[in-house]
């Protein structure tokens, strides 16, 4: 029997070396690209799903040799981290709800818990299993387990603090420190009631509009199959290498389950009506779980490229690398937000709405240094664009003092015009942008924009150190960005108000689809991308963040505040509109905050 021992265990450790073999072969590969490295995937997966089996039908012998319960949780870990990292690289929610499964079953079962282990190395594994289970867990928007982990990890790094002494733990605080700052930022968390970014089919697919959109047809349809999202902006709110604002358009460009998406609880693992104790060492997870929390009839989500701190070559050649693998019929949405010139950064970022209490000192002051900083795209000789229109401003990504290294220009894009884009640029340098318009090398891109600077009545809400941008606000959650533009407190006593806000906004946005669907003025570059319902959705809260923008600011100050789209959109639609008009004063008058703003035909 002994012998029989020896070879479970030897075999056993075998499989781990294997495993973890081919684990780092992988770990580090590049989350882009349609087929970099597929086949190394496989066979990890099947390294790994072949040491889990085993350990499933031997675990009474391995236990008996001296199997650690940390062993298997971090072999489940692993396991998690290679869903996780499928997920990232295809963007199907399936992958990302097997990382859960595993990493839930992990904190369920205590494999890391409970044997007082005063193995440093251990402890590492442990704080390292937290932070990657409270990513997963942000993304898939647990707020409760989210919760509950970081009480964890919280008590794991003071506990680590007092057990060892003379290791610095400093990393790990900092860790705790981001989350719970993340957390203080995301409305998931300080709205409970707030609606998912995710596109819903309950509150996102307008019944009044759908045969509009269903019957729409252009001369040519692009399908949304990739999208790269990139911020970078110094001390912004992140957690590990996800950006606030990158996660708001993350979780905008998925597809929220119909149903019962996920539970909100941890809920205790019953077999035959009887909670079931994990005290023992045991492998057994729960793969039908899988099965209950996706949804099989939603499509599949468009691949996203999250890019984190990039240099502007890696930045470029991730764009190359996703140009070069397209599908025909096909566009990008390239989404970058970042600083303009580093000396920008110093500058107050913000004015609040009292445009007409500002002296008119301010006002040139503003306005003079605008015209130095950003040049005007229409600036040409001879009618002309000249070359150096598209390279005179950019976004800012570096840190301090790389020079002209860091610097993004708007002729940077240019070579990437051949493939149709969608861009979103959301940058006090956005405007610099203008200039891609008409200089295309194949495909007219459509450009959405942001303003030089955001506009709150309250300037301190306009910190993007603490809330994250404004303009991508506004794109993926734009009632609560139009509250915290106006300074109006939502709480879960204001359920009511805000389902009836939610309610103006839907009837509103029902309206512009189908004035966008019969509009015989919009232009191609629209109507090709009208029928996909993320990028459709991007355009109609455009449209409402630059009509509330518009709206909430003098006229003459309207060049510093209010988004561009390029090219235009029908006029229907303008901030003059009355369509557009009345349904942003219907729901300012509904918020009783409508003294905030300047309506010419309501």
């Given at each position: 029997?002994?012998?029989e021992?020896?070879?479970?265990?030897?075999?056993f450790?075998?499989?781990?070396?294997?495993?973890?073999?081919?684990?780092?072969r992988v770990?580090?590969?590049p989350s882009?690209?349609?087929?970099?490295?597929?086949?190394?995937?496989?066979?990890?997966?099947?390294?790994?799903?072949?040491?889990w089996?085993?350990?499933?039908?031997?675990?009474?012998?391995?236990?008996?040799?001296?199997?650690?319960r940390?062993?298997?949780?971090e072999?489940?870990?692993?396991?998690?981290?290679?869903?996780?990292g499928?997920y990232?690289?295809?963007?199907?929610?399936r992958?990302?709800?097997?990382?859960?499964?595993f990493?839930?079953?992990?904190l369920k079962?205590?494999?890391?818990?409970?044997?007082?282990?005063?193995?440093?190395?251990?402890r590492?594994?442990?704080?390292?299993?937290?932070?990657?289970?409270?990513?997963?867990?942000?993304i898939?928007?647990?707020?409760?387990?989210?919760?509950?982990?970081?009480?964890?990890?919280?008590?794991?790094?003071?506990?680590?603090?007092a057990?060892?002494?003379?290791?610095?733990f400093?990393?790990?605080?900092?860790?705790v420190?981001?989350?719970?700052?993340?957390?203080?930022?995301?409305?998931?968390?300080?709205i409970a009631?707030?609606?998912?970014?995710?596109y819903?089919?309950?509150?996102?697919?307008?019944p009044?509009?759908?045969?509009?959109?269903?019957?729409?047809?252009?001369?040519?349809?692009?399908?949304?199959?990739?999208?790269?999202?990139?911020s970078?902006?110094?001390?912004?709110?992140?957690?590990?290498?996800?950006?606030?604002?990158?996660?708001?358009?993350l979780?905008?460009l998925?597809w929220?389950s119909?149903?019962?998406f996920?539970?909100?609880h941890?809920?205790?693992?019953?077999?035959?009506g009887?909670?079931?104790?994990?005290?023992?060492?045991?492998?057994?997870?729960?793969?039908?779980?899988?099965?209950?929390?996706?949804?099989?009839?939603?499509?599949?989500?468009p691949?996203?490229?999250i890019?984190?701190?990039?240099?502007?070559?890696?930045?470029?050649?991730?764009?190359?690398?996703?140009?070069?693998?397209l599908?025909?019929e096909?566009?990008?949405l390239?989404?970058?937000?970042?600083?303009?010139?580093?000396s920008?950064?110093?500058?107050s970022?913000?004015?609040?709405?009292?445009?007409?209490?500002?002296?008119?000192k301010?006002k040139?002051?503003?306005?003079?240094?605008?015209?130095?900083?950003?040049?005007?795209?229409?600036?040409?000789?001879?009618g002309?664009?000249g070359?150096?229109?598209y390279?005179?401003?950019?976004?800012?990504?570096g840190?301090?003092?790389?020079?002209?290294?860091s610097?993004?220009?708007?002729?940077?894009?240019?070579?990437f015009t051949?493939?149709?884009?969608f861009?979103?640029?959301?940058?006090d340098?956005?405007?610099?942008?203008?200039?891609?318009?008409?200089?295309?090398?194949?495909?007219?891109a459509?450009?959405?924009l942001?303003?030089?600077?955001p506009?709150?009545?309250?300037p301190?809400?306009?910190?993007?150190?603490?809330?994250?941008?404004?303009?991508?606000?506004?794109l993926?959650?734009?009632?609560?960005a139009?509250?915290?533009?106006t300074?109006?407190a939502?709480?879960d006593?204001?359920i009511?108000v805000?389902?009836?806000?939610?309610?103006?906004?839907s009837?509103?946005?029902?309206k512009?689809e189908?004035?966008?669907?019969?509009?015989p003025?919009?232009?191609?570059?629209?109507?090709?991308?009208l029928?996909?319902?993320?990028?459709r959705?991007?355009?109609?809260?455009?449209?409402?963040?630059?009509?509330v923008?518009?709206?909430f600011?003098s006229?003459?100050e309207?060049?510093q505040?209010?988004p561009?789209?390029l090219?235009q959109?029908?006029?229907?639609l303008?901030?003059?509109?009355?369509?557009?008009?009345?349904?942003v004063?219907?729901?300012?008058n509904?918020?009783?905050?409508?003294?905030?703003?300047?309506?010419?035909?309501?």
């Open positions: 029997m002994a012998e021992g020896d070879v479970v265990s030897k075999t450790r075998a499989l781990v070396e294997r495993a973890d073999r081919k684990f780092a770990r580090d590969f882009y690209g349609r087929a970099q490295g597929q086949h190394y995937f496989q066979k990890v997966f099947k390294a790994y799903m072949r040491l089996k085993y350990q499933q039908e031997h675990r009474t012998e391995l236990v008996k040799a001296g199997l650690n940390w062993e298997i949780g072999i489940a870990g692993r396991i998690g981290q290679l869903y996780f499928q990232t690289r295809t963007s199907e929610a992958f990302l709800v097997e990382a859960y499964v990493y839930e079953a992990i079962r205590r494999y890391f818990e409970g044997c007082k282990v005063k193995d440093l190395g251990v590492f594994k442990e704080l390292r299993f937290y932070a990657r289970f409270l990513l997963v867990s942000l898939l928007n647990r707020t409760q387990t989210v919760k509950v982990v970081v009480e964890k990890l919280k008590a794991l790094v003071d506990d680590c603090n057990n060892f002494r003379e290791t610095n400093k990393e790990w605080k900092l860790v420190q981001e989350i719970v700052r993340f957390m203080n930022a995301d409305t998931t968390f300080t009631s707030a609606r998912p970014f995710r819903s089919a309950i509150f996102d697919c307008h009044n509009s759908v045969q509009y959109v269903a019957r729409f047809h252009a001369k040519k349809v692009l399908k949304f199959r990739d999208a790269i999202l990139m970078y902006h110094r001390n912004e709110v992140k957690f590990a290498e996800l950006t606030l604002d990158a996660y708001r358009m979780q905008c998925e929220e119909s149903g019962s996920y539970p909100k941890l809920a205790e693992t019953k077999e035959n009887v909670v079931v104790d994990y005290s023992g060492t045991s492998g057994l997870i729960d793969m039908k779980l899988v099965a209950d929390m996706t949804d099989p009839t939603l499509p599949p989500n691949r996203k490229a890019l984190y701190r990039p240099s502007v070559t890696h930045l470029i050649a991730v764009m190359a690398t996703i140009c070069e693998e599908p025909p096909s566009v990008i390239v989404y970058l937000s970042a600083s303009g010139k580093p920008h950064i110093n500058a970022p913000v004015e609040s709405s009292g445009g007409p209490k500002r002296t008119t301010n040139l002051t503003s306005h003079n240094s605008l015209e130095q900083n950003f040049s005007s795209p229409e600036s040409h000789i001879n002309k664009k070359s150096s229109d390279y005179d401003d950019y976004l800012w990504l840190s301090k003092g790389n020079g002209g290294s610097n993004l220009y708007p002729g940077d894009i240019i070579p051949r493939r149709p884009l861009l979103v640029i959301d940058s340098s956005s405007h610099a942008f203008k200039v891609l318009h008409g200089a295309e090398r194949g495909e007219k459509a450009l959405l942001s303003p030089f600077r506009m709150f009545k309250d301190f809400s306009a910190d993007i150190t603490q809330n994250g941008s404004q303009f991508t606000f506004f993926t959650a734009p009632l609560q139009f509250c915290q533009m300074g109006f939502l709480s006593s204001d009511e805000l389902n009836n806000a939610e309610n103006i906004l009837t509103a946005f029902s512009w189908v004035i966008l669907c019969k509009s003025s919009l232009d191609l570059v629209w109507a090709q991308v029928s996909d319902p993320f990028l959705r991007l355009i109609i809260r455009f449209i409402f963040c630059r009509a923008l518009s709206a600011c006229s003459e309207s060049e505040y209010v561009v789209c090219p959109l029908p006029n229907s303008s901030p003059k509109a009355e369509v557009v008009q009345s349904s004063s219907q729901l300012a509904h918020l009783n905050v409508a003294d905030g703003f300047h309506f010419d035909n309501t």
